[in-house]
């Protein structure tokens, strides 16, 4: 039967119908939904959210041992914190297959960075396949489950946001009924001390020989001849770009990126006149054909940064494009905190008192932004922890007390707590505020292990986070409501004086969790001054018109404005 799927769906349902028995995952968009959609469809896969990605590659790696399919799925940031049982792991091979399955950003619609994965594939010597469509990542969830066991490898999977977030129509072909294999005992292979890791290195070398060899021959890959006046190669939503930008143009469709079929390519480039390799971020395929001595251009007439479509491909080639752009006169909508989120309150205070904040990956990252004007830098998941401790010993115990770091409760578990131990342990000085929402809430609402629930919803034993912070030697720990301003004001003042580490969670669940309703709030005529003060809380449900107003259908009454206007202006009934 036909289904219309998204593209991370899709990859579910054909790791699945390939037999997967193990996935773990940490969420981060545009991979999220896989894992999702796993627990979601089907009870009979044991899926799991991991603290992070490293840890969930190393849960895959441990089933495929084993014996049985595994998979992991993540960003292409979280492939950076995967890296190091990823590149290992092309070393001891696989006994069930295994897939890592990496969502790249081109555009960075959700990301801090842009980033190719494709050159993991290379730098870690194992296969990559790249889907065009739905069906083709059903498809190749499959067919990177069989390539894995066939030639002893981890195999990536790379989606990009396109892909994954668009819908197509997928025809699924049944279930394998896989079964996990016997586990053998093979410390040369799966043991990796430099001995062994020396002779495996060199089973890596002929696998890869192997690969390249079978990539020409490989039905993943294929040439479509037409106008020869022209050839492209291009893979995944790209090629689609291209089909429709330039109908009438020959074009080499790569299903496996890594190892690129470079003879089969060759071929192709003799059979048309002109060859372009039209490829999103890097030049990974045009830089890798001109090393193999085959003609060709592309990246200067697409670039290296952001995302391509069907306009930006005609435009390239100077011809019309499909689609009219949308109006450069469209006014911008940059993202900003919920209604009632209670972020708002931490950066509001944290921009009063004029501290420097160094911040993490998450809602909260919105703090930076007018008017809350709160976050100084962002780098990485869990880095303002360790930030702010460098700070610290950059500028001394004074810059230390003008300095927080804030860090959500998903990101802490990820990759903060190792920071907070390196406070503790080199005498540090920072005050670390855990903004402790009670769920992951960028990604869409996942649990994480100190929500008391596991994915698919049923109850788990919930990560403590003031033992944990006493168990590293944390003495000074607050827990505090940031709604209740005044205490949190002095909560924040209190610990940024100490000459000690000291932590504070900001503890308040997100606003879309909730399922009550509150009465919203409004403003009197009557009293505002039109100060502009409830302004500077960002709160997009506030908006000035002749006098301040209160839009009754954002507002979700969380009562937040009213102690910070000076004259009492705003309530939950207007006044007479």
């Not at 830089?287 to 952001?306: N, R, V």
């Not at 911040?359 to 360790?386: E, H, Q, R």
């Not at 009454?557 to 309530?571: D, E, K, S, T």
């Amino acid at each position: 039967m036909k289904k219309l799927m998204l593209g991370n769906e899709a990859v579910a349902l054909g790791a699945a119908d390939a037999g997967v028995k193990v996935v773990s995952a940490y969420p981060g968009t545009p991979s999220t939904e896989i894992t999702e959609a796993i627990a979601k469809n089907e009870p009979d896969v044991y899926c799991e959210w991991a603290p992070n990605e490293k840890v969930a590659v190393e849960v895959a790696v441990g089933a495929s041992i084993a014996g049985a399919r595994a998979m992991a799925a993540m960003k292409h940031v979280g492939l950076n914190v995967a890296a190091d049982p990823l590149f290992t792991a092309a070393y001891t091979g696989v006994n069930g297959g295994l897939v890592l399955v990496v969502a790249d950003d081109p555009g960075m619609h959700s990301s801090q960075n842009e980033q190719d994965s494709r050159f993991y594939a290379r730098s870690a010597h194992v296969p990559m396949l790249e889907p065009a469509d739905s069906a083709e990542a059903y498809a190749f969830a499959k067919r990177a489950f069989a390539l894995s066991e066939e030639y002893d490898t981890p195999v990536l999977l790379r989606m990009t946001t396109r892909i994954a977030h668009s819908q197509s129509v997928v025809e699924p072909d049944g279930r394998t009924g896989q079964t996990v294999r016997p586990y053998v005992k093979d410390s040369d292979k799966y043991v990796m001390m430099p001995g062994q890791a020396r002779r495996r290195h060199l089973v890596v070398e002929a696998r890869e020989k192997r690969l390249a060899a079978d990539a020409d021959r490989s039905d993943l890959n294929r040439a479509e001849l037409r106008d020869r006046k022209l050839g492209v190669v291009a893979s995944g939503c790209v090629y689609q770009y291209v089909r429709e930008a330039l109908p009438t143009a020959s074009t080499f469709k790569l299903g496996m990126v890594y190892p690129l079929p470079v003879g089969a390519i060759r071929a192709f480039a003799a059979e048309v006149d002109e060859l372009v390799v039209v490829e999103e971020l890097e030049p990974f395929v045009e830089d890798a054909l001109k090393a193999a001595g085959i003609p060709c251009h592309g990246k200067e007439l697409t670039g290296l940064q952001g995302e391509l479509s069907a306009n930006a491909v005609a435009a390239a080639f100077g011809r019309p494009v499909a689609v009219p752009n949308a109006p450069s006169d469209i006014p911008a909508r940059p993202p900003v905190l919920c209604p009632g989120c209670p972020h708002r309150a931490v950066f509001y205070v944290l921009h009063k008192l004029g501290l420097t904040v160094m911040g993490d990956i998450g809602c909260y990252a919105l703090g930076a932004v007018p008017p809350l004007n709160a976050v100084d830098a962002c780098v990485c998941m869990g880095a303002g922890v360790s930030m702010a401790h460098g700070m610290e010993k950059a500028r001394g115990p004074e810059a230390a007390a003008r300095t927080v770091a804030v860090i959500g409760d998903s990101t802490f578990i990820h990759s903060g707590i190792t920071g907070l131990i390196n406070i503790v342990y080199n005498s540090g000085t920072s005050t670390i505020i855990i903004l402790d929402n009670s769920i992951t809430g960028m990604t869409g609402h996942q649990q994480n292990p100190s929500t008391g629930k596991d994915i698919r919803g049923n109850a788990a034993p919930a990560l403590d986070f003031v033992k944990l912070f006493e168990a590293v030697g944390v003495e000074h720990i607050r827990v505090v409501d940031p709604f209740d301003l005044p205490a949190f004001e002095a909560a924040v003042k209190e610990e940024t004086a100490r000459r000690t580490v000291s932590v504070i969670v900001a503890s308040r669940p997100c606003a879309l969790l909730s399922k009550k309703t509150e009465p919203p709030c409004v403003i009197s005529k009557d009293v505002c001054r039109r100060c502009g003060k409830c302004l500077k809380l960002g709160c997009p449900a506030i908006e000035k018109h002749d006098l301040m107003r209160i839009n009754p259908i954002l507002c979700v009454g969380c009562g937040l404005c009213a102690p910070v206007c000076p004259f009492g202006a705003i309530g939950k009934e207007e006044a007479r």
